[in-house]
DNA sequence: TTGCTCCTCACGTCACGTGAGGTGGC
DNA sequence: TTGCTCCTCACGTCACGTGAGGTGGC
């Protein structure tokens, strides 16, 4: 959070852009919610990145989830994230797997044919629904 | 949450146990925390299942997360855990598929060769690190 | 100097836990 | 009847956002 180059924005046009009080950002990073890039001189500097995680944070402190409960809550959507995209990874190498044993693409055909081999079912990831 | 037959606490010995007040209990279900049984009589019955989601709950409000905030983070828990779980069922079907390649065990050296083939990155899963 | 930054302290509002008060069925 | 249940309403405390007050560097 907070590269030097892509942190551009201090905090007065950061708080009006993100919709909040200076001073709010203020207490956002005091409670560990972001972490803005700080100059040599000791000012904050925000990237778009940190305006994101300011709209994330805007979106859960309106549906009435408090500091604390936030910081948490984007600490399990990283990692929820990082999931996805590894079984996504692990998925296509699946494909890929049966491909190099029946010789000819994967397709629906491949999950049931992994799933029969190995004895097991392979779980349908869209069952799977993001939260909040 | 709640079933018939495991649902034997009532509200004064769930609280008891939960190590909290009865009236509190009525808040956590009126805030969509915890669904417990209700015998025909309209009384509420708590699992086992009821009192470790307690537990859970205790635990997040003591550290200062708020209801919204907990009611939210259990559901990426849940989701979290059935993501992980279905990351470990593929990693083994990984294995499998390699060792009807290779005609032998799985072990270290088959990531590798995935990897290899696939062209991909196969992430070790021990990095995700669990959250609060 | 002006307008920003930094910080801390104080107040108002709201969420939540506790408790009281009044009801009804085993 | 006693002790539980159900519910709603009220109070006290705390978290958090807003604002003021005083500082210092571009």
Known sequence: MGKRESAVYIISVAAELAGVHPQTLRIYERKGLIEPYRTPGGTRRYSQDDLERLELIQELTAAGVNLEGVRRILGLREENLR???????????LGEAEQRVTGHPA????????????????????????FG
């Open 83 to 93: 999931l996805r995209s590894q079984v996504d990874r692990m998925r296509r190498l």
């Open 107 to 130: 397709g629906e055909t491949v999950v049931h044919r992994v799933t029969v081999t190995g004895r097991r079912h392979l779980p349908d990831i869209r069952r799977s629904t993001p």
